[in-house]
């Protein structure tokens, strides 16, 4: 049996619950018999230098150190990678491994894993252990006699059902890592996946790990799930991580019917497209315990809408707005400016419907200048027409800043306004543009911070009837 090392670099954003694709990577290879260890140093607390994460792993004696590799953060990760790769075996996964598979092996990585991990993890653990051979495992690329070697794709997991459950690796993550807790609350990671893919294609959307085919878990293994997230982790409160939550109206109806049958309430979110929500959805979700939804519609002006492929209309936006106001289910309304060839008057576009909106939406995504990530058609068509070719290692990281995690008004407005993407100006916007999507930006703190002003003093007059949870959390930044 083998024993793996899984290590979440340093980034300077740090994540503050546990990693769900370690939980889900751990449980699996625990559930095939070998032996894990976490180590997540992009955690508020956990020591990051190298000399100690290399300590830790050699304690542990491993026979695989694995790192979990995100486009944005993949510089610091290389740095330790080339720290620890003359004492350790490397793998490589996630989402930037999965797109850029060659670019590991110029930093000392023996594997990379291309995909979902959980199954090409185990089978890399079965090579190492000299039970398989390493052209054998799907999605595996590979260093091959000096020579980079990728194996045919994995097909996507479909029967989401039979993965050993994350819940059960949660004992590898080290509470001290991690902000202090609320007593009785336990450490989990915030997050469950009902599903997987999306089947939507928007032009700048990095989900290759997760992919365009949609697959479900069953009403009943989620709503297990949601129940041992409450009675053994004392958590009532999580997200769907889902891309698209809401999709397959009788999924999310049997869904919503299942997680009332638990009998005790429990509050979530999720990211969901408005082509998928209507009022009845709705509905059942808010019964179900749904609190908030987060709304990629990304621009507001027709044209755009077509052209990054959005699938979505104002009018259908606005509808959902209207009803979730209606049923008191909180918003945040996900747009982005700085497309390439995005227009002044586009632009403007998005920022009349930010006023406009303002009126029924709980409130506007964090930042949201258009970052061109690798393997999106965003970034195909356009590195090299704007020279930006390989720009997460070929320049400086973009540096976000960490979100604010308590209520201070000009931390969170300076949070919403700060966006590390709008200097660097991808698709070369002219002087003039780039102060109007500054503006756009403030535009939407302020509107942002006055809906919460309003729901908070609607709720200090009294909570109404339809109201979820009550306004004191802070405003979040959208994952995409
Ligand atoms: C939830 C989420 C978050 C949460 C994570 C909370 C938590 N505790 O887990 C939070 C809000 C913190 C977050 C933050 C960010 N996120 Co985010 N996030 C997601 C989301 C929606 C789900 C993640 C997830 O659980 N996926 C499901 C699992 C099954 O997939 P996975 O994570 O890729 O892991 C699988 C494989 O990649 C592989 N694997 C992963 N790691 C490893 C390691 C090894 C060694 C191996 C072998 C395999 C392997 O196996 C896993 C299991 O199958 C994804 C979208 C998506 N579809 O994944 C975006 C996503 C991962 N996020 C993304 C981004 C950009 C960010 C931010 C950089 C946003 C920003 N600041 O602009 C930050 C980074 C913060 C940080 N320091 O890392 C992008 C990454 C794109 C890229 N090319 O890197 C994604 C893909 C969204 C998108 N469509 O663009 N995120
Ligand atoms: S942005 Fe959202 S709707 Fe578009 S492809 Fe990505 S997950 Fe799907």
């Known amino acids: 049996m083998a024993r793996v090392f899984l290590i979440n670099p340093p980034s300077p954003e740090p994540v503050r619950t546990p990693l769900l694709s370690f939980c889900h990577l751990a449980a699996a290879l625990r559930s095939a018999g070998h032996e ?38 993949v510089q610091p990760a290389y740095a330790l990678a080339d720290a620890l ?21 110029g930093h000392g990585f023996r594997w990379v894993i291309r995909g979902e991990g959980e199954d090409a993890l185990v089978e890399l653990a079965e090579v190492v252990d000299g039970r398989r051979g390493a052209a054998d495992v799907a999605g595996l690329s590979w260093l091959d006699r ?29 509470p001290s890592w991690y902000e202090p807790r609320v007593p009785g609350v336990g450490l989990a990671p915030a997050g469950i996946l009902s599903s997987r893919g999306c089947p939507q294609a928007c032009t700048f959307c990095s989900n290759d790990v997760t992919g365009r085919r949609f697959r479900y878990r069953s009403a009943a293994s989620v709503a297990s799930e949601v129940a041992l997230l409450r009675s053994q982790h004392g958590l009532s409160a999580f997200s769907f991580f889902d891309d698209s939550f809401a999709v397959g109206r009788r999924r999310v109806h049997e869904l919503c019917e299942a997680i009332i049958a638990i009998g005790e309430p429990v509050g979530w979110t999720c990211t969901a497209h408005p082509a998928h929500l209507d ?46 106001a209606d049923l008191g289910i909180h918003t945040v309304v996900n747009l982005m400016f700085g497309w390439p060839d995005e227009t002044d008057a586009e632009l403007d576009a998005t920022m009349a419907f930010l006023d406009s909106a303002a009126s029924i939406a709980g409130g506007f995504n964090a930042r949201g200048v258009v970052v061109p990530y690798p393997g999106t058609q965003v970034y195909d ?47 070369k916007h002219p002087p003039h543009r780039v102060a109007r999507m500054r503006d756009a930006l403030a535009l939407k703190a302020s509107l942002t911070m006055a809906i919460s002003h309003r729901r908070m003093a609607a709720w200090s007059a009294g909570p109404p009837a339809s109201q979820g949870a009550a306004p004191i959390g802070v405003p979040a930044a959208g994952a995409r």
């Open 36 to 73: 894990v260890a976490v180590y997540d140093a992009s955690t508020p607390h956990a020591p990051r230098d190298h000399d100690t994460i290399a300590a830790r792993a050699a304690a542990f004696a491993p026979d695989l150190v694995g790192l979990h590799l995100k486009t944005l953060h």
């Open 85 to 105: 790769a003359e004492r350790f075996t490397l793998v490589a996964g996630g989402p930037h491994a999965t797109i850029v598979p060659d670019e590991p092996f």
């Open 146 to 174: 000096g020579m980079v070697r990728h194996n045919p794709i994995r097909p996507f997991l479909m029967d989401l059902d039979r993965l050993a459950p994350p819940l059960s690796a949660l004992d590898l993550f080290d």
């Open 279 to 324: 009022r009845d959805v709705l509905a059942a979700m808010k019964r179900a315990g749904c609190g908030g939804v987060d709304i990629g519609m990304e621009s507001a002006d027709p044209g755009m809408l077509l052209r990054i492929g959005k699938g979505v209309t104002v009018e259908r936006v606005l509808d959902v707005l209207s009803w979730c």
């Open 381 to 427: 068509r356009n590195h090299e027409r704007f020279d930006f070719t390989g720009w997460w290692i070929r320049e400086a990281p973009l540096e976000y800043l960490p979100f604010p995690t308590s209520w201070n008004e000009a931390e969170i407005v300076r949070a919403y306004g700060d966006d590390p993407a709008l200097d660097r100006n991808f698709f």
